[in-house]
């Protein structure tokens, strides 16, 4: 019987992990271990919808005092302080984002060696985690102009669709040709959104589980190693 290609190499990753983690079993490396799958990963993720769990019924919302937004705009304070938390969130997710890169070659190095080190490798491998911070700003930015222009082509299609309907009290069920329109502004639009998630998201595994190896072991440039996994 053929010996399938994969279980060897499966099997001695096994090994190799069971040995890492558990032969013997020490929590300060479990802990190093936890630092540096956290960046690698991206971060706590943070749901409060699964948390908030109380009802207001229509005399508890009575009670809630109310604000004129147009006044709250106005003032300087509030206006500074919402400037200052935009601008602390887009630090820290800078910050993440290099943070991501240099402990995806501390992990790497991790795992190749067997010893869980994170001052040294992260020491040695700032300038390469510069370089997929880059990438990662890069694919960001062109992420984000991608679902604006999708979600701005979105709306204007329906507003263009709906408007005959909603324009007056008077107007009548919208026609064949808005019924088309809307409907290929949200099949395409989903679709665009959707396929263009699928496609960044192997972009970036690409990068990270084929290129970023070969730049640790191989001491290759971020092109260099994008050029020799694509060939």
Not at 40 to 63: I, W
Not at 137 to 146: D, E, F, P
């Amino acid at each position: 019987m053929t010996e399938l290609l994969a279980f060897r190499p499966v099997s001695t990753a096994f090994a190799k992990a069971r040995k890492l983690l558990l032969e013997p079993f020490d929590a300060w490396l479990w802990a190093r271990l936890v630092i540096i799958t956290f960046f690698v990963g991206g971060g706590m993720s943070f749901n409060p919808g699964n948390n908030l769990q109380y009802s207001l019924n229509q005399a508890d919302l009575s009670r809630l005092p109310t604000y004129d937004i147009s006044q709250a705009l106005s003032n300087g304070t509030i206006i500074l302080i919402l400037a200052l938390v935009i601008v602390a969130a887009l630090v820290l997710g800078l910050i993440l984002s290099y943070l991501r890169g240099v402990f995806s070659f501390v992990l790497l190095d991790a795992l190749a060696t067997g010893n869980v080190r994170i001052r040294r490798p992260f020491k040695e491998n700032m300038g390469r985690g510069f370089k997929l911070f880059i990438f990662n700003l890069v694919t960001s930015i062109v992420s984000l102009v991608v679902l604006g222009v999708v979600v701005i082509a979105m709306v204007v299609a329906i507003v263009w669709a709906i408007w005959p309907a909603i324009g007056s009290l008077s107007a009548g069920p919208m026609d064949a040709p808005h019924i088309i329109v809307l409907a290929l502004a949200l099949v395409l639009g989903l679709g665009i959104l959707i396929a263009w998630a699928v496609l960044i998201g192997l972009v970036v595994g690409f990068v990270y589980d084929f290129a970023v190896p070969l730049m640790f072991f191989k001491g290759m440039g971020f092109r260099q190693s994008i050029g020799a996994v694509w060939g």
